[in-house]
């Protein structure tokens, strides 16, 4: 079956960054839909950012002008890049895929890897 693996979470000071890694396998990677999304302590899962296929991408709020997703296709493979990154990013960041069109709502996607904690600290 479908099977998405974060990478690259860690702890970084405030104003740092870090690049997270999502690998995919099981999917026809290059036409399908990729999103990023995060959860922290107590709080709803996130909309981050997706991009789809024909690299069209949204932001979250939250994260626009600091984070960056792309993908590449020849590795299956999605990344985000997050830079400026603040306490208030620490969360478990989770990549999502969906065969069908999808944006910025948990429910669009079918397909989820398990996490990758991020940690801020100040």
């Known amino acids: 079956q479908v099977q998405l693996a974060e990478s690259g979470g860690g702890l970084v000071q405030a104003g740092g960054s870090l690049r997270l890694s999502c690998a995919a396998s099981g999917l026809t990677f290059s036409r399908s839909y990729l999103a990023w999304f995060r959860q922290a302590p107590g709080k709803e899962r996130e909309f981050v950012a997706a991009?789809?296929?024909?690299?069209?991408?949204t932001y979250g709020d939250s994260v626009k002008g600091r984070f960056t997703i792309s993908r590449e296709n020849a590795k299956n493979r999605v990344y985000l890049q997050m830079n400026s990154l603040k306490p208030e990013d620490t969360a478990v960041y989770y990549c999502?895929?969906?065969?069908?069109?999808?944006?910025?709502?948990?429910?669009?996607?079918?397909?989820w890897g398990q996490g990758t904690q991020v940690t801020v600290s100040s």
């Open positions: 999502a895929a969906s065969r069908t069109q999808a944006k910025d709502i948990t429910s669009d996607y079918d397909y």
């Open positions: 991009i789809t296929w024909v690299g069209f991408i």
